[in-house]
């Protein structure tokens, strides 16, 4: 299940999981993959992977993000650089066809989502949790 569009389709990578990010003032590795395409996916839809609670749902600019606490798997997904559902609150439960906002048009590298599982530097690679299906390259 893909987070963005129909949950189907494949969308095409423009970062991965454990990137070295070499920013200048805040070198770090990176805790999620970024999900994009060509064109950018700016106003996709987004939806939650799997079932689960809305925990925080954070207003600020390019970083907006909503995040869903799990009671199985990695425990937490989040959605970063969305606009999100103004329809959502906090601690509402939420299933797969849950609209959580939609891809917001941000400044620097082009628009995508960022997305990560697990909790407090404890990230897991998303294509290997199960929760998205295995990348294919014959795209």
Do not use: C, K
């Not at 400044?107 to 990348?135: C, K, R, T, W």
């Amino acid at each position: 299940m893909w987070p963005m569009g129909s949950g189907s389709v494949q969308w095409r990578l423009s970062g991965l999981f454990m990137e070295f990010r070499n920013t200048g003032s805040f070198d770090h590795f990176h805790d999620g993959i970024d999900i994009t395409d060509v064109p950018a996916p700016t106003g996709e839809l987004v939806f939650p992977v799997d079932n689960g609670t809305v925990e925080t749902i954070y207003y600020g600019g390019d970083n907006s993000y909503v995040s869903i606490t799990h009671s199985q798997g990695t425990g937490r997904t989040v959605y970063l650089h969305i606009d999100p559902n103004d329809n959502l609150t906090s601690g509402q439960p939420v299933s797969v066809g849950t609209l959580l906002g939609s891809v917001r048009d941000i400044a620097g590298p082009g628009d995508h989502l960022h997305f990560n599982e697990g909790f407090n530097y404890a990230e897991v690679n998303p294509l290997q949790s199960g929760h998205i299906a295995p990348f294919d390259d014959e795209r």
